[in-house]
């Protein structure tokens, strides 16, 4: 069963910005912030700048992919957000997971047997 949400609404994106907590690691930054529902919702931005559709298509891809591996080990109750970095070459899948998890861990959102 399908746990996670997606953030839609602009003011959902920006209530996270202002008011959650933020990390950034080489090619992804994220933003956490507790919410009252009993389930998680997941944003992903990806600016026009990192470059043309396929390219942005493809890092959301590749992000969306790991937080569904790792779902099951993520706390309930947050709203997060994974903002691409603009990089010169695209990172690879394994370089995805490395950071989400180093960024899911330092902002406290994996549980402690979790990833």
């Known amino acids: 069963m399908k746990k996670t949400i997606s953030l ?8 996270v910005y202002k008011k959650g907590r933020f990390f950034a690691g080489k090619y992804i930054a994220m933003h ?9 919702r997941l944003g992903i931005t990806v600016s026009t700048k990192f470059g ?15 937080y569904r591996l790792h ?3 993520v706390r309930d109750g947050y709203d997060i957000v994974f903002v691409a970095r603009k990089q010169d070459v695209m990172p690879e899948y394994r370089q995805i997971e490395n950071e989400m998890k180093f960024l899911m861990a330092k902002l406290g959102v994996l549980r402690r047997n979790g990833g």
């Not at 839609?8 to 209530?15: A, G, V």
């Not at 956490?32 to 998680?40: A, E, F, H, Q, S």
């Not at 043309?52 to 790991?66: A, F, G, P, Q, T």
């Open 32 to 40: 956490v912030l507790r919410n009252n529902y009993g389930y998680n």
């Open 71 to 73: 779902e099951d080990f």
């Open 8 to 15: 839609k609404k602009n003011y959902e994106f920006s209530r």
């Open 52 to 66: 043309k559709s396929v390219k942005r298509n493809r890092i959301r891809r590749l992000i969306r992919e790991n």
